[in-house]
T-cell receptor
């Protein structure tokens, strides 16, 4: 089945700096790549997604890039703020359901 | 009210007991999923359902069963709970399956002692 690798597992940045989280996937048939943010005590929430016919997508301080040839995609957060601190999950579609990476715990320090 | 409601929010149960986790949704979505979250392991798919008559096993279905009572309700059962089923369980819904984003519930924290 689809294997989604996510790195790093933990990331600490200073407020205002950028954060990058990277994922790779194994199934070349995957065509949908969402990113989720999970705050403490809550369920994951979709923050941005990209489909295989697009190379990059941006929403304010958040952007996602996709390289289909290399089978990897990345989440970029610019001008980080303390409220960006959370666990972030990437995912890739596997036929009828999503397969998730193991998560990145992001800490933004003031 | 939340779009996806999970009950209970927390549960402690004993080894060997049967327990049911419930999920209901007001999104009107046909597709529902159960995932398990463990520290360092991310979210792993247990079961998913595309309609009342369509139930499918995920990657870690052993020891679990599900029931899709209606479009809006999808329950997960542990027939005989064991300690390594201690985890955070999430229900999710989607409109078109693996081609759009999921809406997750707030989770059920289950502890098996």
């Amino acid at each position: 089945g689809e294997n989604v690798e996510q790195h790093p597992s933990t990331l600490s940045v200073q407020e205002g700096d950028s954060a990058v989280i990277k994922c790779t996937y194994s199934d070349s048939a995957s065509n949908y790549f969402p990113w989720y943010k999970q705050e403490l005590g809550k369920g994951p929430q979709l923050i941005i997604d990209i489909r295989s016919n697009v190379g990059e997508k941006k929403d304010q301080r958040i952007a996602v890039t996709l390289n289909k040839t290399a089978k990897h995609f990345s989440l970029h957060i610019t001008e980080t703020q303390p409220e960006d601190s959370a666990v972030y999950f990437c995912a890739a579609s596997i036929q009828r359901a999503l397969n998730f990476g193991k998560g990145t715990s992001l800490l933004v320090t003031p | 009210d939340a779009d996806v409601t999970q009950t209970p929010r927390n549960r402690i149960t004993k080894t060997g007991k049967r327990i049911m986790l419930e999920c209901s949704q007001t999104k009107g979505h046909d597709r529902m999923y159960w995932y398990r979250q463990d520290p360092g392991l991310g979210l792993r798919l247990i079961y998913y359902s595309f309609d009342v008559k369509d139930i499918n096993k995920g990657e870690i279905s052993d020891g679990y069963s599900v029931s899709r009572q209606a479009q809006a309700k999808f329950s997960l059962s542990l027939e005989s709970a064991i300690p390594n089923q201690t985890a955070l369980y999430f229900c999710a819904t989607s409109e078109t399956g693996a081609r759009d984003g999921y809406t997750f519930g707030s989770g059920t924290r289950l502890t098996v002692v």
